[in-house]
């Protein structure tokens, strides 16, 4: 029994576990994005004025999803967008898994940049902004 929970921990902590989880959270987060922004008001009105592009990838670019904001509605799309407004580059895929797992995302976001795992490309004030758009996404 012992030795099933250490292979399956050991599979848990898997680089190819970690990455495909990685493209499953940003899959999802796409959903949520898409339809909070059909269906809820709050969100709308913290849309209302944006005309933004912004995109999530890995520093390598193999994992790499786009994200419209426009008329108060969130698109995405996977692949890179060819003039972002806003670039969030992870280190790796376990490094984005990291932090959008954090109970404390804000504080996860902040320590990684400051540890160089997270880079931030583009408008500073849009980061802030993506930052409030994820917590609207949890309310």
């Known amino acids: 029994m012992k030795q099933r ?3 399956v921990e050991q599979l848990l902590s ?3 576990f970690l990455s495909a989880k990685f493209i499953a959270l940003i899959s999802g987060l796409s959903w ?3 339809r909070k ?4 008001a709050k969100v709308q009105a913290y849309l209302s004025d944006k005309n933004i592009s912004f995109q999530l990838q ?3 670019g193999l994992i790499c999803r786009h994200f419209l904001v426009s008329d108060q509605r969130i698109s995405s799309a996977w692949g890179a967008h060819p003039a972002p407004d806003l ?3 992870f ?4 490094i984005g898994t990291r932090i959008l797992t954090a109970v404390g995302k804000r504080l996860a976001f902040m320590q990684a940049m400051q540890d160089k ?3 931030v490309q583009g408008d500073l004030s849009l980061f802030m902004w993506y930052v409030e758009l994820g917590s609207m996404l949890n309310q």
């Open 14 to 16: 898997s680089r190819a």
């Open 58 to 60: 890995t520093r390598n």
């Open 5 to 7: 929970a250490a292979l």
């Open 117 to 119: 795992e997270v880079e």
């Open 37 to 40: 922004s059909c269906h809820d």
């Open 87 to 89: 670039v969030i580059v």
């Open 32 to 34: 949520k994005m898409q």
């Open 91 to 94: 280190a790796d895929a376990v």
